[in-house]
């Protein structure tokens, strides 16, 4: 037997009433992990964001440029504090992270975000302190380049980082549109790693806000882009440090992780590379191979460009929007008030607990689909959709594959949720980045079409 808590939720609903000292968004996440764009949680009370004192009201997400925002993490005047979003399973030599940024006041205010290892050492770090913006270096050291800034209190900025983690040539570039625009850095630093901590990789973030005697900060919608090639029909093995060549393009490129995906569900022995220190580039649909045994053929996802997956660019502004569950498009489950009706509203919670869920029972292929509120904002590009889910084991289950339905075809993430050690509810999260029929982004229209879900295998 397995349960699902809540699924397909990721912030409140807009209008949803917040208290201040409360926290808000998907509640009682066990740990983190951002992909290549993935949905950041924090460390502090296994929850995302806090309200800080003198401040309550109706949550409104970041949205537009104005508005104190909701999906935010937000700090005013108290102690250091801290938090963190990552986990240890991301490992970035070379990529990009974003996020909304809104200095409420000029007051005197600490803001840091430290990019660390595994091992929680700080590898680079972006520090807003009075009127400067600075890039400080490994270990958080000291500053290695620094310029005024004088933030608009009264909209949000988009903050961009561009980094190279090298021995020699390595660097950290920092674009915030509302100041320097998007194509011309605000600040930057070449930085040589090697001189110092050696060669790292980067496997999570820390936001820090000190000295917030009466300052008070806005940070919305983290999102992290790690160059990366997709690839099916592999053979062999191969493995973080492993370098890649192209068998047409002679193009190459050295591996940080490997993620492979589980064929069962249309998959052919295919997977995903995070990499670093291109030359060259790959074509679709060549063979790739590490020299030791291993090979596959690229197959990029979303169209992408120079030998990159959709989600290897900058990233723009970026919104993360939280959906709702609205109906029930398909049921096999059970619900905990005993019948199989309106099993979405069991799972439409905004803190969880074991007294509302839906299972399935036995050895079981059980799938529920449930349909989502619409998106009514502006969406240009739908860069990806993150299926959250919190499960638990308490039978024969082991495993889980999130699920989405469009017109009237189900097709399944490349990856499956391990659930055979998961004997309390643990928080679960698949990226789902294009429409497998088109190999294309999904369009607005097509996600407000869909309904996602999850089967139990």
């Known amino acids: ?39 950041p949680v924090s460390s502090s009370s296994n929850q995302l964001f806090k309200v800080p004192a003198g401040y309550s009201g109706s949550y409104t997400a970041h949205k537009s440029v104005t508005g104190l925002g909701g999906s935010s993490y937000l700090i005013a005047s108290g102690s250091s504090t801290t938090t963190t979003v990552g986990s240890s399973t991301v490992s970035i030599r070379e990529g990009y992270f974003g996020f909304g940024y809104r200095q409420v006041n000029s007051a005197s205010i600490g803001i840091k975000l430290e990019a660390k290892d595994s091992s929680s050492l700080t590898l ?3 520090y807003i302190s009075g009127g400067n913006f600075q890039i400080v270096n490994a270990g958080f050291a000291a500053s290695v380049a620094s310029t005024a800034v004088s933030f608009d209190t009264s909209i949000w900025s988009w903050v961009t980082c561009d980094f190279k983690i090298h021995p020699t040539d390595g660097y950290v570039k920092v674009y915030v549109n509302s100041i320097s625009g998007n194509s011309v850095p605000l600040v930057q630093a070449s ?8 060669i790292k990789n980067v496997s999570n973030f820390a936001f820090t806000a ?5 300052g008070v900060y806005l940070l919305d919608d983290f999102v992290v882009n790690s160059k990366s090639i997709s690839f099916i029909s592999s053979s062999g093995s191969i493995v973080s440090g492993n370098t890649i060549t192209g068998a047409t393009s002679g193009a190459t490129a050295a591996v940080t992780a490997v993620e492979n995906y589980d064929s069962t569900y249309g998959v052919a022995n295919g997977g995903r ?14 063979i790739i191979s590490n020299g030791s045994g291993w090979s596959a053929e690229i197959q990029l996802a979303g169209g992408g460009e120079a030998g990159l997956d959709l989600n290897s660019a900058k990233p723009g502004e970026t919104y993360l929007l939280g959906l709702s569950l609205s109906a029930d498009r398909t049921v096999e489950m059970t619900g905990s008030d005993g019948n199989q009706t309106d099993n979405y509203a069991l799972l439409n919670e905004q803190i969880a607990d074991d007294t509302t869920y839906v299972e399935a029972l036995g050895v079981s292929t059980a799938m529920d689909l449930y349909e989502l509120e619409d998106i009514t904002q502006n969406a240009t590009v739908i860069s990806a959709i993150s299926v959250n889910t919190r499960l638990k084991k308490s039978g024969e289950i082991n495993s889980a594959i999130p699920a989405i339905n469009l017109n009237g075809t189900t097709q399944y993430s490349p990856s499956v949720l391990d659930i055979s050690t998961n004997l309390s509810y643990r928080k679960k999260h698949s990226i789902i980045e294009i429409n497998q029929a088109t190999n294309d982004p999904f369009s607005k229209q097509e996600v407000n079409d869909s309904a996602i879900g999850i089967r139990f295998k």
């Open 1 to 39: 037997m397995a349960r699902i808590l809540q699924t397909g939720f990721e912030f409140p609903g807009s209008g949803t009433a917040i208290a201040s000292g409360t926290y808000v968004g998907l509640q009682s996440i066990s740990a983190g992990n951002v992909s290549s764009l993935g949905i």
């Open 124 to 126: 680079f770090g972006l």
């Open 191 to 198: 930085i040589a790693w090697g001189a110092t901590n050696g």
């Open 210 to 214: 000190q000295n917030a005697t009466s």
């Open 273 to 286: 590379l995070t990499i670093h220190s291109k030359t060259g580039t790959f074509v679709d649909g060549e």
